[in-house]
């Protein structure tokens, strides 16, 4: 139930939870073949379930730090956002670990650190953290009125978001852009 609620959906349906036990018990175990009959059942892949995960706040800092190639040379700042996001290291009190269900990650108060996280790092303003240049220079290199799609294709490919891509033609500062397609709900989701 629990790699199944990790992988799939925080709700997955019952079945696929008794047909995922049920290779777990004929395996004897075997994660790899666990992990393959998740990966391989349509539920993994149905509507309901894509894009259906947020992630932790360690997973988007994660993501954002590597999608804009960013330079650390002091963690001290990245650990600072983490705790005001919730996800503190090495510091969660329950042994269970933290939780990777979509509630307790989108608290409207929370995201807008991860918001702030993302305009800081691509301005320069994220203390012992650069973002690289070249994650910009395709927005740069394009015409002003192609940057949000250039954008929304860098960022989150093959998605389509019409309301992200409507917001990001109100600025044309190609970093602008940057930071409120990290932070938009739609780069949230894994």
Same mark, same amino acid.
């Given at each position: 139930?629990?790699? !199944?609620?990790?992988?799939? +959906?925080?709700?997955?349906?019952?079945?696929?939870?008794?047909?995922? @036990?049920?290779?777990?018990?004929?395996?004897?175990?075997?994660?790899?073949?666990?992990?393959? @009959?998740?990966?391989?059942?349509?539920?993994?892949?149905? @509507? *309901?379930?894509?894009?259906?995960?947020?992630?932790?706040?360690?997973?988007?800092?994660?993501?954002?730090?590597?999608?804009?190639?960013?330079?650390?040379? +002091?963690?001290?700042?990245?650990?600072?956002?983490?705790?005001?996001?919730?996800?503190?290291?090495?510091? !969660?009190?329950?042994?269970?670990?933290? +939780?990777?269900?979509?509630? &307790?990650?989108?608290?409207?108060?929370?995201?807008?650190?991860?918001?702030?996280? *993302?305009? &800081?790092?691509?301005?320069?303003?994220?203390?012992?953290?650069?973002?690289?240049? *070249?994650?910009?220079? #395709?927005?740069?290199?394009? $015409?002003?009125? *192609?940057?949000?799609?250039?954008?929304?294709?860098?960022?989150?490919?093959?998605?389509?978001?019409?309301?992200?891509?409507?917001?990001?033609?109100?600025? &044309?500062? $190609?970093?602008?852009?940057? &930071?409120?397609?990290?932070?938009? #709900? +739609?780069?949230?989701?894994?």
């Amino acid at each position: 139930g629990k790699l !199944c609620r990790y992988l799939v +959906s925080d709700r997955p349906s019952k079945d696929l939870v008794e047909r995922i @036990a049920k290779v777990f018990r004929e395996t004897e175990g075997d994660l790899r073949e666990v992990y393959r @009959a998740i990966i391989f059942d349509p539920e993994f892949t149905s @509507a *309901a379930a894509f894009r259906s995960k947020v992630k932790t706040p360690f997973e988007f800092v994660v993501s954002v730090l590597r999608m804009t190639d960013a330079e650390i040379k +002091s963690s001290d700042r990245i650990f600072k956002e983490l705790h005001l996001m919730g996800q503190p290291i090495y510091e !969660c009190v329950e042994p269970t670990g933290y +939780s990777d269900a979509r509630e &307790a990650w989108l608290d409207p108060g929370v995201m807008v650190y991860r918001w702030n996280f *993302a305009i &800081a790092l691509v301005t320069g303003k994220l203390d012992g953290v650069s973002g690289g240049t *070249a994650f910009v220079e #395709p927005v740069l290199n394009t $015409p002003p009125a *192609a940057r949000p799609q250039k954008v929304m294709e860098l960022l989150l490919p093959g998605l389509i978001d019409r309301k992200l891509e409507h917001l990001l033609t109100f600025t &044309a500062d $190609p970093r602008v852009l940057v &930071a409120y397609a990290l932070g938009s #709900p +739609s780069f949230q989701q894994q």
